[in-house]
């Protein structure tokens, strides 16, 4: 016991350390940066880890969107500079697609299948609408599939090949098409097309053996990619995709409109279409002319890469041709 009158020695007060931020604080965080063009039209993106833990090795990729599909991407693993995956740094990719033309929609999408754990899991999109560089060359697209009808299935025949790029295309270019239904490829071919002038020409090619459809099939899906990547100026338009009729029918046309004229049926849609000529004059659907209303089907079959004068076997004037 202490007596009285004696002083007590002071104790101070010893705190433990202050906690360690814990480690499952740290986490990645990508994030998209920049959209661009090289000088002859090649698709440049940028992204960096933005969080303060590195990115696991062999997680994660990145897909690449023109004009709202997708056509293509990359495994962040088969990059060959991975300094990326650490925090604070950034990346670079040149991509293999090559573009032209006037107010292309870009857009890429981060870790799209969700491998990475990050700190914001909502900022993995970026989008951009961008004009390439004018470059000079072809440039080759799928314009339309040439289907025909037996009394028992339905006959794909051939493809027409455009050229929309401002020049002619070289002789003997050999291209590779191949031919999809329903996510079963039907058909890989490598025709030599002769020179195809640019600025829209088209060329015609058929297969060696017509290509049958089962019946019941909904879709198609034709791919066109040349041997090398110079022999055109934009290699990501050579998709052409579309419905298919469920079966043989007498008049291809009808069944593939009939969608459309469910909707033309449907009279606040009637009322809400309109057409006007170069006399700036105005009519309702209902008043069209019978080669108004044929106009507007051969603009909806065009779009489905169906065009008319190749549904009726026709080919129009001035057309060139190439074949295997």
Known sequence: MLSAGCNES???????????????????DL???????DSQGKLMVSFMNKGNKKIPPNKGSISIFIDGMMVGGYAFANLSDQSFLNPGKAITIPTNFKLSGKNRRIGMHLDPYNEIDELNEFQNTYSKTL???VTIGPD???????????TTRLILNGVRILNGGNSASSSNLT?????????????DYSPILSAIPGNGEVAKYSFPSPIPVPNGSKRYRILLNTKNYND???????ILEGPLPSGPTTNLNHELLAPYRTLLANRKIKKAI???SDHYRTVSYSQWTQQ????????????LGLSPSVMHGAVPDGVSFAWK
Request: net charge negative; charged share 30%; no cysteine.
């Open 10 to 28: 002071y104790v101070p007060l010893i705190l433990p350390p202050a906690p360690t931020p814990q480690s499952e604080n740290a986490k990645p």
């Open 31 to 37: 994030l998209p940066t920049k959209l661009d063009f």
């Open 274 to 276: 309109v057409w006007k």
């Open 232 to 238: 055109e100026i934009d290699n990501t338009n050579g």
């Open 131 to 133: 004009t390439p560089p």
């Open 140 to 150: 080759f697209s799928i314009q339309s599939v040439d289907i025909k009808s037996s």
């Open 292 to 303: 108004e209303k044929k106009d507007l089907d051969g603009a909806i079959l065009d779009k």
């Open 175 to 187: 291209v590779d098409i191949r031919v999809i239904i329903d996510d079963v490829v039907k058909g």
